[in-house]
């Protein structure tokens, strides 16, 4: 059975710090580009970042580029998400999914971000709030 968990969310002023963690299980993690996404009340899911399946790649959305960094643990089934100097626009419910037509997150830049509809096994998500 194919089971996406996230993890790590919290409360945290602007500025903060936290770390997500997405633990998957049923599926070979290392077999799939494993991406990040998060939604605002009111607004569309957006693709943060990405982390690719053996080549290293990755991705990040202008808005957290410097600020986020995704690493990823096969062995362990994990895949991290480290959030840094983090801001109110931060605040968002966050998802890891993967992504079942690529295996590397290099297509991401080319094409002008993530590509929603490519990727699955959507967990529930961690709730994200940055607020003073």
């Known amino acids: 059975q194919v089971q996406v968990v996230e993890s790590g969310g919290g409360l945290v002023q602007p500025g903060g710090s936290l770390r997500l963690s997405c633990d998957a299980s049923g599926f070979t993690l290392g077999d799939y580009a494993i991406g990040w996404f998060r939604q605002a009340p009111g607004k569309e899911r957006e693709g943060v970042s990405c982390?690719?399946?053996?080549?290293?790649?990755?991705y990040y959305a202008d808005s957290v580029k410097g600020r986020f960094t995704v690493s990823r643990d096969n062995v362990q089934s994990m895949v991290y998400l480290q959030m840094n100097s983090l801001k109110a626009e931060d605040t968002a419910v966050y998802y890891c999914a993967a992504n079942l037509m690529r295996r590397s997150c290099a297509a991401a830049q080319s094409m002008g971000g993530m590509i929603r509809h490519e990727y699955a096994y959507w967990g529930q998500g961690t709730q994200v709030t940055v607020s003073s």
């Open positions: 982390s690719g399946a053996g080549d290293g790649s990755t």
